[in-house]
């Protein structure tokens, strides 16, 4: 990794051995150079900057990388609420084919649509809900993390406008869930 020298065997061992103080500094610095670094394996001190970097980032603190991801989840999850999922569809076919199954072929128009619509549809609105509730639940607490968290460290405004649309999303979602599933919004035809 150095740099090589010419020695001639007609240099005598004081003269072949010894290397001026310019020599050693030239030697050192190529060497330095070669690993990349001119302090010989700090990187961060050709920066003017003598702290390594995991230290600087322990002491510059929480990112607020979680607390985005938790309000963007929170406003995915408003959104799947109010357009539907594919796990409240799987319910809706499932109550629906079991209201098939258990119905006759002689029982009334009521209990048929009662059987076979009614408890799908309620079955979708159980689930849009669920995912609601989930994406207030995740909104709300992204909003309060800062209330428990490191004082002097402000939130990211984009993260609490995405945390405010998944909450306002979640509400909605769980107002048109209820209201799906007590049949007040679009409910069952009358029959009779």
Avoid: C, H
Wanted: hydrophobic letters at 45%; proline letters at 5%; glycine letters at 16%.
């Amino acid at each position: 990794m150095g740099t090589k020298t010419d020695e001639t065997p007609a240099e005598t061992g004081t003269e072949a051995g010894a290397k001026t103080d310019e020599e050693q500094v030239g030697t050192a610095a190529v060497t330095a150079t070669e690993d990349g670094t001119a302090d010989g394996g700090n990187p961060a001190a050709e920066d003017g900057d003598e702290r390594p970097e995991a230290v600087q980032a322990a002491q510059s603190g929480p990112t607020g990388v979680g607390q985005g991801a938790g309000a963007v989840v929170s406003a995915a999850l408003g959104v799947v609420s109010l357009t539907g999922s594919w796990v409240g569809t799987v319910a809706s076919a499932r109550e629906s084919l079991i209201g098939q199954m258990q119905t006759s072929q002689s029982a009334d128009v009521a209990t048929m649509v009662k059987e076979g619509y009614g408890d799908a549809w309620a079955a979708n609105a159980l689930w849009a809900g669920a995912f609601a509730l989930a994406a207030l639940i995740a909104g709300v607490v992204v909003l309060a993390r800062p209330a428990f968290g490191t004082p002097g460290r402000p939130q990211a405004p984009w993260i609490k406008s995405v945390a405010w649309g998944g909450v306002a999303l979640g509400v909605i979602g769980l107002l048109l869930a209820v209201l799906k599933y007590t049949g007040v919004l679009l409910g069952l035809p009358a029959t009779g």
